[in-house]
């Protein structure tokens, strides 16, 4: 299937302006499109050749990118006709969570970015406005493309009510079986009917979420697919929606015919479509998984049936599984900005590093602790909980879709039953669940342990920052946070966050560990990148409350005092090294180890022989952790000439968008050259 | 019905120990129930009547304090029913929302607070494990009850196969129509069938949300009632779940059949019970609306037929519309913690005060704004938005049930249409839109105005406070957070947030206004209040985004500056009255007017004669507004000892529960004379 990246170049290969190899050309159709309107205008007979290159063009691209490529495969054929039935910007299509909107980039102008590699940096992973007139939203959560259309939807009757007239047509959403178990859908769904008028929903059914669909609405939406669309209970009548069936969702010309059928329909319609995910992907090599459809697999046309294999999981092989961001969807759990096969052999990021550190240390306690419950809103993969993990702790692990909310409230009902629930998953998806956090959890008092992925500053795109996990979970009143800077710290916050209900020791309420990034992940491989302490940590006295909260002082210094939270841990100790280097100012270093409450007594001791604190974090200093230590001198002394300076680096308050950690430390002045120059500026000036 | 509250007192009714009115006595048998062993205890022919007194014991106590006493005159035979067959503390009930639990309550040693106003304080208007045994959960926001059930279900069920013993039986979950509208329900029922085991679902269905059920589900729902729960579609079945109907929801003796039958079921069931909300209670004078249940309203056992009368939406009259608090369910929107009877006749709440501000303000623009549109997620009412306003309203006025994820999203998908979406809840409300805020709204710059009720500090129970909602909101990038400190400048936000797309000084994103609190409208109503301007504003000169975001310095003077953001601003003008008076310090008095941007020239102005810079927030300090000035001058100057002090005053990160207003306020520090004496004496230090 790699004929693009495997031919041989020439010179024909090679544009005229850069001498760079020019897009391959095998795929004559598709580098004809430069708008929707190129594929109304192809001849009908053309479209399976179309939805052929297209194929071809997702899976090189996804050979040399990664990226949500299953999710994408079994759209072709529906993104396709939708382009060809529907006139786009006129009618609008919103993408839940957009991982399968390459193809639409592909027919609205932006095919070279998956066509040349050259061109790849060229789109986001997302729809995004600034992009193209044909992307309504930049998305990358679940859930919400049923709310969106709605209120299109209703701009476009109200203006059609008060005016006569609108620039909007039909307004269509796009959302697979999977994001539907996301109650935003449901609540999406629930106020459609009610709100009336043309709206059409196109439900992508691949049988298939992130690591399988859970849920009992499966069970009747299979069903409902083996009726032919006939059978009740119908969960979109229940939401009093009307609806019809297109069993052969890979067929593009039966998909025409649905989607004209409903165009310009005059109230809100669920087209149910039964497409197969990964449509053409020939597993990685070894993959000996069986095939999981339930419905026997649908020829896909065009595609050899040699190719038109779907391997069970082919997410849990390595080849797959490289993720560096969070996918809701795709077949294979990998990055869009990872090269699955250059990744081949690389170490593992820190995500799956400390994720499968975590199973480890909880799977022994299974046999003994039947109420220890390791929970997944879906993304297992990314997080280091892999297949074969699952498949040991059989009732340990639960899978509850991908449904943030309710896992959150579910964990907060296991502990109050006495069980030990361990929540995990992707900073930036745990906002779906603040509400829970506060209410179920904090308010009362749950004890919930929740593992934070991917939290603090990294090279994601904007939709998956985690940026903000501090001034979202630090700010709850009764959560403690812990910010473990080792794989040992790492393991004894995780032993102490789930010690059961009855320990003297155990914590009073909810503990959130932020999963060590990179710059931790780093240290541990080379503990030159720790030049104070080499790595060598003081042991814990103690698993007390007191102790696991109180900071830990690696290096009794004066003068200047540099607190690096977590993932900054290191750069603190490269910064005194190169302070007492080239200064000669012997630093004092804290790792503060968490960031819900402040270690007055080790503030108050620094005092008397400094003059400055730097705090250091890698997220927004705006609601995160530096500011209240600066707050905390500013209030706590009757001489405020007495008080020592206390500088914040942290990000600003900003959306990035796939900046490299390199750069975005750079910007925020998180480097050993910038901390070092205005360290001793400061001390110059004392 | 007020038997109770009518009955002239003797000596009888005076107890040995404080001579204070001793509990009413006409509901003998409730008076002898002192836990659910008692009600298994009872004679099945005594349930009627037990039923009897505890409804007319809710007529008297609503009349007396208020509380969401439709909800629990529905439940009333339900309650009673479930305590009969079921056995808590060991089989485990959940109420979602807890707003229906006072007959629970009742029925678990806590009836005197019903039947004795002096023991009104006794229990909190939710449940609460601190109270009882019998409550799982602190609660007060809707939908989590079969999340919570499932997990204690979870625990229970590992617990037998890990040890084959488990102090956990049944599992039940409570859960209203109303409630069902939101995700997390929805995720809930999804997972229910998933696990498995035993865990059954009250299905409460009394044809009623808070002001109306909204949307697509609740037609077939109405057809399933009809055909005595066999029609399909049926919502349950399609999310995998057995199902139960019983059309006698408040007829006790078929509730005890009904549950004894699902009791011990070895799967999860839903038992859908067909009930009447309000059952017994005798609308306001004067309510003229038509009976609105639309199956033929039930005879209600052991009630007068003159009083089974449902009147359509009680809540529109003053009678019960004197909520300061969230009802997410309740006939009357009425506060736990007032007195309607008391309460007739007094001046309005700020929420309703300026909630009917805003709409007055919206309605004219209706006829020439086809996309102008309020949205409110089910709680209109509490918020000013008036049953008379939203039938004038139109398709103007939307109400999404209780989806708070689902109104957000929705605007923006207004918002992108070019529309004007005003989503308009409760603060603590809103965190369930955390996630919606910060990527459909914020990343993709939807002009969505937010309009914040009750946020700040209030006398508010544990579950309601809106002393977060500043760290929610200000801490999203790109989101612009007004807090306007009159009616003046609060039409004025709205006003520019709400400018068409189109203006050239529309704001460049989404904006939240706090709609102002308590300490507002006194000002309003009494401007001695504000004893520096009088409440005479200086107008503001034009509509851009700079004019916007420029703090308001109402009063030149030098050594110290006072910032009162929002509510606490008419404290800042008393504190620096009294600074005057008191010690002859003329202070700078400040209006910042917003919360999300600093007003660098503002501070950098405040240098050259300030040593002192007192900020105050009537919210959490901890990831609030102070301590980003705090840091601001912390970070901004070369020369640490020549920068001004900071000290922030707002409230600590805590939970605190139905205090009032006046003790936060004292013990935050929150007074003239603390800040008076704290700013003289610091002065005094410089």
Known sequence: MSDVLGKELDTADFDDVNGTPAPAT??????????????????????????REIRNTLLSYGHTHGGHIGSNLGMVEATVA???????PLDRIVFDVSHQSYVHKMLTGRALAYLDPRHFQDVTGFTNPDESKHDQFVLGHTGTSISLACGIAKTRDAELAGNGTSNIGNVVAVIGDGSLSSGVAFEGLNNAAE?????????????MSIAGDFGGMYGPLARLRASGGTAQPNLFNAFGLDYRYVEAGNDVNALVKAFAEVRDIDHPVVVHIHTLKGAGYEGSAGNDQPLRHADAAQQVEGIPATDNVLHAEPWHSDHCNLSDHEPHEGQCEASHWQNPDASLGKPEDPRKYYGKMAMAALEPRFATEPGLVVISPATPGSNGITHEFRERAGAHYVDTGITESHAVAFAAGIARAGGTPVVATTASFFQRAYDQFFQEMSLNRSRVTVLDFLGGLSGSDNTHSGAYDLSMFANIPQVTMLVPTSGRDYLDDLAWATLPAGDADAPDGAVVIRVPGEGI??????????PITGGHEVARSEFTTADMLAWRVNQF????????????????ERTAAALAADHGIVATVIDPRQCTSLDISALESLRAEHSLIVTLEDGQLEGGWGEKITAYYANS??????????LNFGASKEFTDRIPLAELN???????EHLVSTIADAIARR
Chains 1, 2 share one sequence.
Request: with cysteine; aromatic share 4%.
């Open 26 to 51: 095998d795929a004559p159709l598709l580098h004809n499109i430069s708008s929707p309107a190129d594929v109304k205008a192809l001849p009908a007979d053309q479209l399976t050749e179309l939805c």
């Open 82 to 88: 939708l382009h060809r039935v529907f006139d786009s």
């Open 195 to 207: 709100q009336g008028g043309n709206l059409i929903i196109i439900f992508n059914d691949n049988e």
């Open 521 to 530: 992940l780093a240290a541990e491989r080379d503990p030159n990148l720790l």
């Open 557 to 572: 210094g004066s003068r200047v005092a540099i607190v690096g939270l977590g993932n900054t841990y290191p750069l603190a």
């Open 637 to 646: 002394s009757n001489d405020h000439s007495r008080n020592p300076q206390v």
């Open 666 to 672: 750079a910007r925020y002045g998180l480097t050993v």
